[in-house]
């Protein structure tokens, strides 16, 4: 055998060597890891259908003349008629609030003034969702009137959101714990512990939305929401 045989089959030996012994070493540690790396992480869902409770209804006038004095004299009128109406359609008084004045000095191009805009700003906060809407039916004779009214679509709540989320996040992890249960019991090992649980905010939608965003959402344009709690639980597995 010449040396540089010798010398091959020499570097192969160490090699072989080499490879043994890391792979010893993978083994090992993986033997040794192996209670840390046998999890497995679900997500769970719950959703429920509610109707909300609260309304908010907010609406503005909006006046300009070439002076405060005449602005103000017919923005109070347009106000107190707008007033009117609502009461007429049943707003009760502590239902209702009408903002102070906003002024602004409008100025042309060369900051020559153009006169003054005076706006009031009205606000419905209500458990009678119903009576706000019929009051909002109602204000739209206003615009047959003259009056500039500015209304926003009324926005709904659901108070008792609170009171929802223990019974809802439980449904979640019950979800979350069945399928973990199915999928391992595919797999021919057994459900351990749990190790982390995580519980994402509640996405408040319109129903049938599949919008979800990681802060959670809370539409206020439908009366009736749909709630979703999401729990993401980490198991150990045996």
């Known amino acids: 055998m010449n040396a540089r045989v010798a010398l091959a089959l020499m570097a192969g030996l160490v090699s072989i060597a080499v490879a043994l012994a890391l792979g010893l ?17 679900v997500t769970g869902s719950a959703k429920r259908t ?15 003349e070439q002076t405060t004095t005449a602005a103000i004299a017919r923005l109070d009128r347009w106000i107190r008629r707008t007033v009117a ?8 008084e502590d239902e209702l609030t009408v903002a102070p004045v906003s002024t602004e000095r409008l100025t042309g191009q060369f ?8 706006t009031r700003s009205l606000q419905v906060r209500s458990t ?13 004779r206003l615009l047959t009137e003259g009056v500039p ?28 714990i069945r399928r973990a249960e ?40 439908t009366r009736e929401k749909e709630v979703t709690a999401v729990v993401n639980v980490t198991f150990a597995v045996k």
Request: glycine content about 6%.
């Open 25 to 41: 070493i993978v083994v090992a540690d993986g033997i040794r890891d192996r209670g840390v790396r046998d999890t497995i992480s």
């Open 50 to 64: 509610v109707v909300s409770d609260f309304v908010v209804w907010e609406a503005s006038i909006s006046v300009q």
């Open 85 to 92: 109406v609502l009461r007429e359609a049943g707003i009760e």
């Open 111 to 118: 900051y020559e003034p153009l006169g003054f805009l005076l």
């Open 128 to 140: 009678r969702i119903d009576a706000v809407l019929a009051a909002v039916a109602a204000s739209n």
């Open 149 to 176: 009214l500015t209304a926003q679509p009324p926005q709904y709540t659901y108070t008792r959101l609170a009171d929802l989320r223990p019974a809802l996040s439980a449904e979640a992890t019950e979800d979350a």
């Open 182 to 221: 199915a999928i391992v019991e595919i797999t021919g090992a057994e459900l351990g512990g749990v190790l982390d649980i995580n519980v994402a905010p509640f996405q408040v939608t319109d129903p049938g939305s599949t919008e979800v965003q990681d802060y959670g959402i809370y539409d206020t344009s």
